[in-house]
C-alpha cells in the first residue's frame, strides 16, 4: 500500500484543519489506518486509528474530543478533522496503513508527512 498524506499548513490556534491520506495499491487486505505525528524534539506518537472495514476508532489521550478519524473507502482516502487546534498540535503529521512503532521501529506502510504548524 502507498499512501499520500496531504492538507497540512499553518492555522491559528482554536481553528481547524483537515488532512487527507490517498491510498493506492492493495488497501483491501488493509485492517486498519492510523495517524501519527511527530512534534519537534520528540518521539513520533499516535494519534488516531480506523478500521478500513467495518466500525472502530481510536483517539490518543490528547486529541480526544477534538480530532476525529474517518475515511471514504470508494476514494481510498483517510481523513483527519482537526478542530480546536492548540500550538501543541504543532507536528509533522503522518498516516500508516496496518502500521505502529514498536521499540522505537517503525512497522506497516507509511506516507510521506505533512506539516502542521499551529500559531498562538
Known amino acids: 500500500v502507498q499512501l499520500q498524506a496531504s492538507g497540512g499548513g499553518l492555522v491559528q490556534a482554536g481553528g481547524s484543519l483537515r488532512l487527507s491520506c490517498l491510498a493506492s495499491g492493495r488497501t483491501s487486505s488493509t485492517f486498519a489506518m492510523s495517524w501519527f505525528r511527530q512534534r519537534p524534539g520528540k518521539e513520533r506518537e499516535f494519534v488516531a486509528a480506523i478500521l478500513w472495514h467495518g466500525n472502530g476508532t481510536w483517539y490518543g489521550d490528547s486529541v480526544k474530543g477534538r480530532f476525529t478519524i474517518s475515511r471514504d473507502n470508494a476514494e481510498s482516502t483517510m481523513y483527519l478533522q482537526m478542530n480546536t487546534v492548540k500550538p501543541e498540535d504543532t507536528a509533522v503529521y503522518y498516516c500508516?496503513?496496518?502500521?505502529?512503532?514498536?521499540?522505537?521501529?517503525?512497522?506497516?506502510?507509511w506516507g510521506q508527512g505533512t506539516q502542521v504548524t499551529v500559531s498562538s
Open positions: 500508516a496503513a496496518d502500521g505502529g512503532i514498536v521499540d522505537g521501529k517503525l512497522f506497516g506502510s
